[in-house]
T-cell receptor, first 113, second 110 residues
Framework: SAVISQKPSRDICQRGTSLTIQCQVDSQVTMMFWYRQQPGQSLTLIATANQGSEATYESGFVIDKFPISRPNLTFSTLTVSNMSPEDSSIYLC??????????FGSGTRLTVV | DAKTTQPPSMDCAEGRAANLPCNHSTISGNEYVYWYRQIHSQGPQYIIHGLKNNETNEMASLIITEDRKSSTLILPHATLRDTAVYYCIVRNDSWGKFQFGAGTQVVVTP
């Protein structure tokens, strides 16, 4: 299965600023997914990122707040914009599909102060 | 994709089998059952998946009822390192995304 490297692993940010999270995969993948996990909660899908097309966002998530780039088949970024304390969460990227399972990165733990 | 229902928590004694139930009564014929677990502060880890036949791998066994409306994940000999949140997910395997439910918090005690 694919190996995912996510950066940064954690960060503490000031409200009103933005943070870009990177997801690097060791093999080419068609679909990448971004999830948010708020404290004590399950994972919530933010968007699906396919190379060469705009990301598809789930209900409750908008591009202005969570812009996503997918410049090639091994890399994607998620930006959390104009952050508030409510954005404090773990953000995870995931790849895979088909008849196998999905692989998840170890996540980015974001604290907004 | 069909929704799943799991108990919020379970305790299990170390060395004993852990049987984790999942209800997916609205599952359709082309939807697979996946199990993942998330150990604290880590990303979710794939355990096993199946369509209608029982499946076994080095981590666990998956038992799916004949009507496919429910399934059970079996950890044959639970260890303390199996303490985690276990997620049962139903998905059409030809394409698409995972939607996670609340999962079951499993605590393995000595």
């Amino acid at each position: 299965s694919a190996v995912i490297s996510q950066k940064p692993s954690r960060d503490i940010c000031q409200r009103g600023t933005s943070l870009t999270i990177q997801c690097q995969v060791d093999s080419q993948v068609t679909m990448m997914f971004w999830y948010r996990q708020q404290p004590g909660q399950s994972l919530t899908l933010i968007a699906t990122a396919n190379q060469g097309s705009e990301a598809t966002y789930e209900s409750g998530f908008v591009i202005d707040k969570f812009p996503i780039s997918r410049p090639n088949l091994t890399f994607s970024t998620l930006t959390v914009s104009n952050m508030s304390p409510e954005d404090s969460s773990i953000y995870l990227c995931s790849v895979g599909g088909g008849y196998g399972g999905y692989t998840f990165g170890s996540g980015t733990r974001l604290t907004v102060v | 994709d069909a929704k799943t229902t799991q108990p919020p928590s379970m305790d299990c004694a170390e060395g004993r089998a852990a049987n984790l139930p999942c209800n997916h009564s609205t599952i359709s014929g082309n939807e697979y059952v996946y199990w993942y677990r998330q150990i604290h502060s880590q990303g979710p880890q794939y355990i096993i998946h199946g369509l209608k036949n029982n499946e076994t791998n080095e981590m666990a066994s998956l038992i799916i009822t004949e009507d496919r409306k429910s399934s059970t994940l079996i950890l044959p000999h639970a260890t303390l390192r199996d303490t985690a949140v276990y997620y049962c997910i139903v998905r059409n395997d030809s394409w698409g995304k995972f939607q996670f439910g609340a999962g079951t918090q499993v605590v393995v005690t000595p």
